[in-house]
């Protein structure tokens, strides 16, 4: 029904709306229908398949390959060839209350046929940070354009 929002049969990793269990963050809808979804400030990553009807209601979670790198305020999209990148962002010594934030120059493509994540290279700044990007698809060609943290 449009406009309503329903709770999910299952979390990604048990406790109470994230807590005591996986504080869900970052979340993308992938090109087969799945779902994947990374705990917040960390390289752990779950995906939520539908059930056989295609309900995500009753859909199941499944535990990914990590990512290479924990990251927080990310560029991220889903190419048109269905691999996921991630880019930039903060990282911290486990993201703890006044730990110095740290802006990543890191890139990463998620390939879910083979369920890798794969280093990139980066634009050379010295610093992706926390940083804004948008996808252009043309045929079946995609391109990620990020902005410099300021």
């Known amino acids: ?14 406790g109470v709306l ?3 269990g996986f504080a869900a963050s970052t979340m993308l ?5 799945t779902i994947i979804c990374q705990r917040e400030g960390s390289t752990e990553w779950k995906r939520l398949v539908p059930d056989r009807r295609g309900s995500y209601l009753n859909g199941t979670w499944h535990d990914m390959p990590r990512c290479n790198n924990a990251r927080m305020y990310y560029a991220s999209a889903v190419l048109a060839d269905g691999r996921v990148i991630l ?3 903060e ?5 703890l209350p006044g730990a110095a934030q740290v802006e990543q120059d ?3 493509i998620f390939d879910p046929v083979s369920g890798n994540w794969e280093p990139k290279s980066t634009p050379g700044w010295g610093s992706l940070g926390d ?3 948008w996808t252009r698809v043309e045929s079946s060609q995609s ?3 990020c902005s410099r943290a300021s």
């Not at 999910?8 to 048990?14: A, N, V």
């Not at 809808?29 to 229908?33: A, K, N, Q, S, Y």
């Not at 990282?91 to 993201?95: K, L, V, Y």
């Open 18 to 20: 994230g807590y005591f």
């Open 29 to 33: 809808l992938l090109t087969d229908g």
């Open 106 to 108: 890191t890139v990463e």
């Open 143 to 145: 391109t990620l354009s």
């Open 91 to 95: 990282s911290s010594e486990g993201f």
């Open 131 to 133: 940083a804004p990007a």
């Open 1 to 14: 029904m449009p406009g309503t929002w329903q709770q999910l049969r299952d979390s990604p990793g048990g």
């Open 87 to 89: 880019a930039g962002g």
